[in-house]
């Protein structure tokens, strides 16, 4: 079959097979796991997981390339033709999903946030563009360091686990990738956390990150109350860690349910 890659689902295969052997090999499939592939193109990976586990599913949105996986994989491979921004992973409940996926760097950042509401999955192997996985593993402090980091980190273990060339994929894009692994966090210290109230508060903050900690909070916290939380006020958005920013998120949502008490 001749494909011609679409652009608006940011379509870049990965195609060099030494690269897929490393990611498989760290993946490690087993024939019990519940593996979800997402995006699988034309199916590189596809194949040769489907070699080592009993059922794969895969979340393919283009049709063209579900009627070719059809055609053209194994039979124990489930596909569901649908965006995955709109897929309900609790379909899956009872499941301890392993995700897996080359991810289009244009929706990257909203899938990841969209997966997060979910806590069936064990572990999460993705390739995405570096800048983006840089973001993610960043440490406070760093220029990478933002949003981005304090939402994902605060449920999750994330590592950078291998680079990769963009001479690795088909067509080749313009910017360097890198894989991923996620790892929901063990001892559940986000589940006392309003996310909501978490969100307002970093994104207030890194909106306005090169104002002092003081004066982009200043409609959420006075001078005092960011004291009580070993904050400098002087200190930028950047500079708090993320147990800092959950401090804040509870502390928020106390003084709000208090507030509504009264």
Do not use: W
């Amino acid at each position: 079959m001749t494909y011609n890659t679409k652009k608006r689902f940011g379509q870049n295969f990965l195609v060099d097979q030494f690269v897929l052997n490393k990611i498989i090999a760290i993946i490690d499939p087993r024939p019990e796991d519940f593996i979800v592939e997402i995006g699988p193109g034309m199916g590189a990976m596809t194949s040769i997981i489907s070699n080592h586990v009993n059922k794969l599913n895969v979340i393919e949105i283009d049709t063209d390339l579900v009627n070719y996986l059809k055609d053209n994989l194994a039979k124990n491979i489930i596909i569901h033709n649908i965006d995955v921004l709109k897929f309900d992973f609790n379909l899956f409940l009872g499941n301890k999903i392993k995700l897996i996926g080359n991810l289009p760097y244009n929706i990257s950042t909203p899938l990841l946030f969209h997966l997060a509401q979910y806590n069936n999955i064990k572990e999460m192997y993705f390739v995405l563009q570096k800048e983006v996985v840089d973001r993610i593993c960043a440490s406070h402090s760093t220029k990478e360091y933002g949003k981005l980091t304090v939402m994902m980190q605060y449920k999750f273990k994330c590592v950078k686990l291998l680079s990769i060339d963009a001479e690795s994929f088909n067509p080749k894009p313009k910017v360097q990738s890198a894989l991923l692994k996620i790892t929901p966090l063990e001892n559940i210290v986000y589940q006392d956390i309003n996310e909501k109230i978490l969100y307002n508060i970093v994104n207030t903050a890194f909106n306005k990150r090169r104002k002092t900690i003081a004066n982009s909070l200043k409609c959420l916290f006075n001078t005092e109350e960011l004291q009580q939380h070993n904050i400098d006020s002087n200190q930028r958005a950047e500079n708090l860690t993320v147990t800092q920013y959950l401090s804040l998120a509870k502390y928020l949502f106390n003084k709000s349910h208090n507030l509504i008490k009264l």
